[in-house]
């Protein structure tokens, strides 16, 4: 059975101007299926949008839409009518760098909600159609800094141990409806935003940034098959150890001194 015959024909990506999302709206156009996606900046998004209908000759439609705004997801319903949404990225989030007093609790608060409120009722308005016709799939995006308590980006990193125990809740849940869910634990990827924070090398043990393309193969390869996957033998060795080596105060503290060094935090 090919990708398209499993989940069906029309794919969602909240976030697929550039990065991550990007790279799953060409993975799925790949794959056949027609696209809906979702970002703020019009050109870039359309100039996504346009290339992919030029390589893979698919339906791809854009919906500007800010996820941080509290009617985000009526916006999104209103756009799509009576389109049926079969597999849905959740890939868009917001990240900071610093201490967490020392960023503004509004920042904190579009964090929940891009990464947590939009997705929830995202998944909940399309995962339950996909549920009653017993038939898709949903990724959502989480990263191995949800694995433990990771400062510097406390907020972000909380979301994301949000991010994969939501997806793996749901994975129980839905299996025998159907519809297939994963959460695709990254670490360091090479896409623009990561790129932007100019990250200097923290440690030995700290694997080479993954392409956004080899995440996206991983995750599509591996959705129906487990509830949650770290992307990269790198990333799947550091969590081991963080996971099964180190002590949880060890691996905390890992993680907040390689911030530190990361970005040269001072506290
Ligand atoms: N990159 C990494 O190293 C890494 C590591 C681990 C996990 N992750 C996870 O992977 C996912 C993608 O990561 P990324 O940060 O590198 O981003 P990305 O895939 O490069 O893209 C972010 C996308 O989301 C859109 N977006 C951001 N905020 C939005 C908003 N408020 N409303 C609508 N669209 C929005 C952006 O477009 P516009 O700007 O046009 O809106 C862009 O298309 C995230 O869930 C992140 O937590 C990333």
Not at 28 to 46: F, S, T, V
Not at 142 to 159: K, N, W
Request: aromatic content about 8%.
């Amino acid at each position: 059975m090919t990708f398209k015959e499993k989940y069906g024909n029309t794919a969602l990506i909240a976030g697929a101007s550039e990065g991550m999302g990007a790279a799953y709206a060409y993975a799925l156009a790949a794959r056949g299926l027609d696209l809906l996606l979702i970002a703020r900046r019009k050109e870039q998004l359309e100039a996504t949008a346009q290339q992919i209908i030029e390589q893979y000759q698919v339906k791809v439609l854009t919906i500007i839409c800010d996820l941080a705004e509290p009617n985000a997801t009526q916006k999104i319903i209103q756009n799509i009518g009576e389109t049926e949404i079969d597999f849905l990225v959740y890939n868009a989030a917001l990240s900071y760098i610093g201490p967490y007093i020392a960023t503004d609790i509004s920042t904190h608060r579009n964090i929940a909600s891009i990464n947590m409120l939009t997705q929830l009722s995202l998944v909940h308005y399309f995962g339950g159609k996909m549920v009653e016709r017993r038939k898709g799939g949903v990724v959502i995006m989480s990263s191995i800094a949800g694995f433990q308590g990771s400062g510097f980006l406390s907020t972000y990193a909380a979301t994301k141990a949000f991010n994969r125990v939501l997806a793996e809740g749901l994975w129980y849940e839905w299996r025998q409806h159907g519809v297939d869910v994963i959460a695709c634990c990254a670490g360091a990827t090479a896409t623009p935003n990561y790129i932007n924070t100019k990250p200097r090398k923290a440690s030995p043990l700290e694997p080479k940034p993954q392409l956004p393309e080899q995440v996206i193969e991983e995750c599509l390869k591996r959705i129906g098959s487990t509830p949650s996957f770290i992307s990269g033998t790198g990333n799947k060795f550091v969590c081991f150890l963080m996971q099964h080596i180190f002590t949880k105060k060890q691996a905390i503290k890992m993680m907040g001194d390689g911030m530190k060094k990361m970005y040269d935090i001072k506290e």
